[in-house]
């Protein structure tokens, strides 16, 4: 049934993208650097997209207070942050304020951890990641005073149940994948030239685990997660995507390297 109806989404994205439907507009993505597990040999890598005259973020990393302090986590890995999302952008030349839409994979504090410093974009974030976070007393790893605009300024936002046609035409689709959290987001862009590119979240969180087809060390349920193993790599297959897995270092080069887009 996923299956299914994934083929029917993928049926609308092409009449979409079809001829005589309205010119769609040119995507691009980057590759961002927002931080360091060091000792674990991990990244945390967030993606810039912009979609004709809109920018998005997908995730937005560790936090700045690492900037110059880095930290030693329970687990005893060192994790750092070498330079803010802000910085980052601003050698592109785009301001904070430009960013018009934050699309989060999940709640975990390595990936919101930024989201802040864009206070007037547009949020997506997976429904059931959104009441874990604004529960009356939220479990202690997580960390809702990251999303703070959202959740006590009024900022914009919008709750996610299933999937996501970001712009409305195909191009960057948020996939539903639960199971590492309850509201869990993968994120099919296609780009032009480069093709189809599967981002995934923490659904995969290394190449090893991705191949063996592991449980992540964090995960809320099993059998969901077991789901969605199959799902992503059903539609991966289906779209002959790219897939980049956002904590693995060696997935870095499938990219350009920043400041250099793919499209």
């Known amino acids: 049934m996923r299956h299914m109806r994934w083929r029917t989404t993928l049926l609308a994205a092409a009449l979409v993208l079809g001829i005589g439907a309205a010119p769609v507009p040119e995507i ?25 005259r809109q920018l998005m973020l997908w995730d937005t990393g560790l936090g700045t207070e690492l900037i110059g302090h880095p930290k030693t986590d329970a687990a005893g890995s060192v994790i750092l942050v070498t330079e803010s999302l802000v910085a980052e952008l601003a050698r592109i030349g785009i301001k904070p304020d430009q960013i018009d839409i934050v699309a989060l994979s999940h709640m975990h504090g390595d990936h919101i951890s930024q989201a802040a410093s864009f206070p007037h974009a547009k949020l997506l974030i997976g429904r059931q990641d959104w009441e874990a976070l604004t529960a009356t007393t939220p479990a202690p790893h997580l960390e809702p005073d990251r999303l703070a605009p959202w959740i006590k300024g ?12 970001v712009f409305g035409d195909g191009t960057v689709m948020m996939i539903a994948t639960p199971g590492h959290t309850a509201g869990h987001h993968a994120l099919l862009v296609r780009l032009k030239k480069l093709g189809p590119v599967m981002l995934t979240g923490d659904l995969y969180n290394a190449t090893e685990q991705y191949r063996q087809k592991l449980m992540p060390k964090h995960n809320a349920d099993t059998d ?15 779209e002959k995507a790219l897939v980049i897995i956002q904590h693995e270092r060696n997935d870095i080069a499938k990219l350009p390297l920043f ?3 793919a499209n």
């Open 28 to 52: 691009t993505l980057w590759r961002m650097d927002c931080g360091t597990f060091v000792t674990k040999g991990l990244t945390d890598s967030c993606y810039l997209i912009r979609h004709g």
């Open 154 to 165: 009024g900022a914009p936002k919008e709750l996610i149940d299933g999937d996501k046609d």
């Open 224 to 238: 969901q997660t077991r789901a969605s193993f199959k799902r992503f790599d059903e539609i991966a297959s289906a």
């Open 259 to 261: 400041p250099q887009p």
